[in-house]
């Protein structure tokens, strides 16, 4: 039989435009508008037509004004894991800095959930071979695993060579951890990062389709993350939100727009057929069965 079982739905949990004003005009903690309720019922709508689960990685920020809704996420059974508080990679910043930033957001989601958060994923993926402490950090504040190292080079993030498989890590200080890469595709010898956001956004729904078939056929890892604002069925204008110093007909404003929501409705169509045919479980129910039924490795370098 082939194992369908690996598949992993993750939702990247955070605000398009606060994220959009915070990046390009330094806005430091805005309110979310409406858009985010709007997605994420979006998404638990899909998760329970297909009667799925999935990971949610909160944001700090954006769960300080959404509590209400990161409950109701939790309350559908979903898994609520976290995203840290700021959304700042963790390249940098230092071990202090870090610990901080993952301890704010484990506190605020904590507090709002009430319940065991043991999960976590980075901003930008940053974790890479010279911050592999913030392995140490999440094992020390009791996580169970990290799904935020992308094993293949990319021009931000991502280790070439790192393993692709979920593996159970011994870290130097005695503590494990289970790390969840991000998937990658191997064609014609070259590694893809097909499993997420943009990638899913752009690629035709038979691709899609067909590289999900073909993971599964040679046994390898299936994660996928996105972001709610990839399923909306309203268009991203990124100069109604924020006052842009161009008109809303520049030729800049026009080109982020159209890079937003290009192919952008196709997302809903494409995720609910990958949901519709494979079992999804989440991302602690993958730790959990790497951690139980697995050998640990000695993890070098942090
Ligand atoms: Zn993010």
Redesign the pocket.
């Known amino acids: 039989m082939m194992d369908s079982s690996k598949t992993t739905l993750s939702i990247?949990w955070?605000d398009f435009g606060q994220?959009f004003g915070k990046y390009h005009y330094g806005y430091e903690s805005e309110p979310a508008n409406g858009a985010i309720e709007r997605q994420t019922e979006i998404i638990l709508d899909l998760l329970s037509e297909t009667n799925n689960k999935a990971t949610f990685f909160i944001?700090g920020i954006l769960a300080k004004y959404r509590p209400e809704l990161v409950k109701k996420i939790a309350a559908r059974g979903h898994e609520i894991a976290i995203?840290g508080q700021n959304?700042e990679s963790m390249f940098s910043m230092n071990p202090q800095a870090a610990r901080k930033d993952i301890e704010d957001c484990l506190k605020l989601v904590t507090d709002i959930t009430g319940g065991e958060i043991l999960g976590y994923r980075a901003?930008?993926f940053s974790v890479n071979q010279d911050n592999l402490y913030l392995l140490n950090i999440l094992a020390d504040l009791g996580f169970i695993y990290d799904s935020s190292i992308f094993p293949l080079k990319m021009p931000r993030y991502g280790i070439d060579g790192f393993s692709e498989k979920d593996t159970l890590y011994e870290l130097p200080d005695g503590k494990q951890l289970v790390e969840l890469p991000l998937t990658v595709a191997t064609y014609l010898g070259r590694k893809f990062p097909v499993a997420g956001g943009g990638y899913i956004r752009l690629m035709p729904k038979a691709l899609v389709n067909k590289i999900f078939n073909d993971q599964i056929k040679s046994n390898r890892n299936k994660m996928i993350y996105m972001?709610p604002y990839e399923f909306d069925t309203h268009k991203i204008d990124v100069s109604s939100n924020y006052p842009l110093d161009v008109s809303r007909y520049s030729l800049r404003v026009l080109a982020l727009n159209f890079r937003w929501n290009l192919f952008r409705n196709s997302v809903r169509f494409k995720i609910r057929d990958l949901l519709k045919q494979h079992r999804f479980i989440t991302c602690l129910e993958k730790a959990l069965n790497v951690k139980t039924n697995g050998t640990s490795t000695k993890l070098l370098g942090c």
Request: aromatic share 12%.
């Open positions: 990247d955070e994220l944001l995203h959304h901003p930008f972001h």
